[in-house]
């Protein structure tokens, strides 16, 4: 199948995209402003705002692999697919569950324990994180099943990098908005964050739920899952030649279930580079306000433009990625963000006092990270190939190292504190000077060692590689072909 048969259509391209619109809207306040909101506004310790984060990561962490074992055990509601089954019930569980973490607990006030607050909150993020789990998975499952060619699953992820970028340029512009309305209407309004602001919290999370139930509405009205059962399937290997037979995806000896990818080392390659790239991504935005506000003492209404300046040159970035992969391939280009990330790293090593400065490292980390978040995702589907039937498991599977990682890092990160006030004490301004330092920079040479290996050892199924090799050499043809074939990248 050529390259332009295996594309999607434009709009269909863009209802896919849109799926994953409302998650994107609430990972950008998660990660952006759960800390600010808890420790700055609510005035929670900064151990117990960690341990909300973490509690929400571990809970995302854990759903994510059962979700994707489910999602490709069960067949779906009716005659709906069952990677649309799940995306509905995780977009229900999002659209009731997140207004109450970005809002004061219903009856509490200042004299309420924290610990009170915390039990209060926990269930509300649970549920949350079980929600956005169950449309993550099911929405990245859909890429192989929709498209097949190499550089048509670069371009969807592209495509759902893009409306990502859109979503937290919309958090961010609508964040920039209330705070702006904030000042005009009460002058005495300072600029440090404090609990006159938890309305404008608690209207950002209405208003982007509000806007995120629209764009899941138009995936389940545009976006049509085709069924591996279809007959469509079983006319594949006609059109691939004739070693196709011997890779049917109908044929149960070359199916791969959860199991066998665990014994794939490529398997862990991905989901460490996976892994790292979501550090890098996640860390940096969740502490970029603490940065922005603590470090270089800036205004309040800088949380919100410049995440949007990030954001924009991610959005640039995501529309030249394609040509880049198909000229250099995705690990060099992969490589180029991770440059990127590292010159920003030393940036904000060198330069303490970085004034307007702060606006071109903030473009270089937006493009780098939009960069690497892409290509990790490219390579995750590409690993999966044409084992679709255990996709869901294989993104579980990263999304679950992603999360545990993240709120390791940040209990980590908030118990190293040397604060334990609500206000900064002079040892936290370097504290996050050197914590973005960290993040970004020290994951970043991480990320490049485990590029190394994957240059070196190619992605590759040896499962996939055996079977082909015993079924040519029952039919007497030479078995160095099927190795060729089972190459990934």
């Known amino acids: 199948m050529s390259e332009s048969e295996s594309a999607l259509p434009l709009c269909k391209r863009l209802s896919y995209a849109v799926g994953h619109f409302l998650n994107d809207l609430c990972a950008s306040m998660w990660f952006t402003y759960l800390l600010v909101f808890y420790h700055s506004v609510l005035g929670f310790q900064n151990s117990y705002a960690g341990v909300l984060l973490l509690v929400g990561q571990v809970a995302d962490g854990v759903c994510t692999p059962l979700i994707g074992y489910e999602s490709d055990r069960t067949d779906g509601c009716g005659t709906y697919g069952k990677r649309k089954t799940w995306h509905l019930i995780g977009t229900v569980s999002v659209l009731l569950s997140f207004p109450f973490i970005f809002n004061q607990c219903i009856g509490c006030d200042m004299s309420t324990p924290q610990w009170a607050s915390l039990v209060y909150f926990i269930p509300f993020i649970v549920i949350f994180q079980f929600g956005w789990a169950a449309t993550q998975i099911s929405h990245l499952s859909l890429i192989p099943e929709l498209v097949s060619s ?21 958090v961010y512009a609508v964040a920039w908005i209330l705070f702006h309305f904030q ?31 629209l764009f899941s509405l138009l995936f389940h009205l545009g976006t049509r899952e085709t069924k591996a059962e279809q007959s469509d399937d079983e006319d594949y290997g006609s059109s691939e030649g004739e070693r196709q037979p011997l890779l049917s995806r109908n044929s149960p000896s070359t199916h791969m279930q959860w199991q066998h990818w665990l014994r794939e080392p490529s398997f862990y390659q991905v989901a460490v580079l996976y892994m790292c790239t979501r550090l890098i991504v996640n860390l940096s935005q969740t502490y970029i306000s603490m940065y922005l506000i603590n470090t270089l003492l800036l ?37 180029m963000g991770l440059v990127l990330i590292l010159v920003f790293s030393y940036w904000v090593l060198l330069d303490t006092q970085m004034g307007n400065g702060v606006y071109g490292a903030a473009v270089l980390l937006g493009a780098g990270s939009a960069t690497i978040l892409v290509m990790s995702l490219a390579m995750t589907a590409d690993l999966i190939a044409d084992q679709t039937q ?57 990320a490049a060692l485990c590029l190394c290996s994957i240059l070196i050892w190619p992605i590759k199924i040896i499962r996939r590689l055996a079977v082909m090799n015993g079924l040519m050499s029952s039919d007497g043809e030479d078995s160095e072909n099927s190795s060729d074939s089972g190459v990934i990248n």
């Open 390 to 446: 255990s996709g869901a498991f294989v993104y579980g599977a990263m999304s679950f190292t992603d999360k545990v990682a993240n709120g390791l890092g940040v209990i980590i990160i908030q118990g190293l504190h040397p604060c334990h006030t609500q206000a900064c004490c002079p040892a936290c301004v370097w504290y996050y000077h050197y914590v973005m330092v960290i993040v970004t920079g020290g994951v970043a040479v991480i």
């Open 299 to 335: 205004p309040k209404k800088y949380i919100a433009t410049i995440p949007l300046v990030m954001y924009v040159s991610g959005f640039v970035s995501s529309f030249i990625m394609k040509p880049f992969s198909k000229l250099i391939g995705k690990c060099m280009t992969y490589f």
């Open 150 to 170: 190499e550089h048509a699953k670069v371009e969807l992820t592209a495509y759902r990098y893009a409306f990502t970028v859109v979503a937290n340029i919309t």
């Open 183 to 213: 000042s005009g209407e009460d002058p005495s309004i300072t600029d440090n964050l404090g609990p006159i602001d938890i309305p404008v919290f608690r209207n950002l999370s209405l208003i982007v739920l509000a806007i995120g139930a």
